[in-house]
């Protein structure tokens, strides 16, 4: 479960969790990946499903990234019957906190979107934890979709490895998509209509802020907000 509290808010900044990493993994441009999709020609969509943490941050970050139409926050990993947040919080149900991206390939690649999540979106090398959040629930996971994504996503891990990216060792989990699960309304742009909330101000704000300063030509300002109906 989520507890936000005073010990938290002056834990998480002690500890320097602001943006995606800890003190020591400061936010910063990543290589871009050697191996990606082609760019396809404009008016289709195509899906990426990643966790990383709680996906009020995740679907916050991904909302600023060019040629992104839509992202929902959800559940991964687990099976229908127990996609509900607060049977997902006990940890045991296999989901993770997720988001379901849906973007245009023709403006923005899946390897792009796999940049931001590895630089800015979150921290990979957290083992089942991001920030003030821990539990299996919060794991590093990409749900590649497609032989493609596969592909993209495995020879990516591979290369930020290689490079030595990181301090500590990549936490990612590569794994087959096998349904996702929209969480409840009140979690749809939580950080939109709460902003100022204790908990986005210290662990999501400064991801966009990240995102903004370190990839300015991926950023943009209006986000790709839900439909109302979500809320």
Not at 12 to 21: D, E, M, R
Not at 69 to 79: K, L, M, N, Q, S
Not at 114 to 131: C, I, K, M
Not at 206 to 216: D, E, G, Q
Request: charged share 20%; with cysteine.
């Amino acid at each position: 479960m989520r507890k936000i509290c005073l010990f938290t808010i002056l834990f998480v900044q002690a500890a320097g969790f602001l943006g995606c990493a800890r003190a020591d993994e400061p936010a910063r441009v990543i290589p871009a990946p050697v191996a990606d999709e082609a760019q396809t020609r404009a008016g289709g969509t195509e899906v990426a499903v990643l966790s990383g943490g709680c996906f009020w941050g995740m679907q916050g970050v991904f909302e600023h990234v060019r040629g992104v139409r839509e992202v929902v926050a959800g559940y991964a990993g687990g099976a229908a019957q127990s996609a509900q947040y607060e049977t997902v919080s006990n940890g045991t149900t296999g989901h993770a906190e997720s988001v379901k991206i849906t973007f245009d390939p023709s403006i923005v690649t899946y390897g792009t979107i796999l940049r931001v999540y590895f630089s800015v979106a979150h921290d990979p090398t957290e083992l089942d934890r991001q920030g003030p959040d821990e539990g299996t629930q919060y794991r590093s996971d990409i749900f590649f979709e497609s032989p493609v994504q596969e592909k993209v996503a495995r020879a990516y891990l591979a290369q930020l490895t290689k490079a030595h990216v990181f301090n500590d060792r990549i936490a990612t989990r590569i794994d087959r998509y096998t349904g996702f699960y929209a969480a409840e309304g009140y979690h749809q742009d939580y950080l939109l209509h709460n902003p100022d909330s204790p908990y986005i101000v210290i662990n999501d704000l400064p991801k966009i802020a990240n995102l903004k300063r370190l990839y300015p030509n991926l950023y943009r300002d209006a986000p790709a907000r839900l439909a109302s109906a979500w809320r």
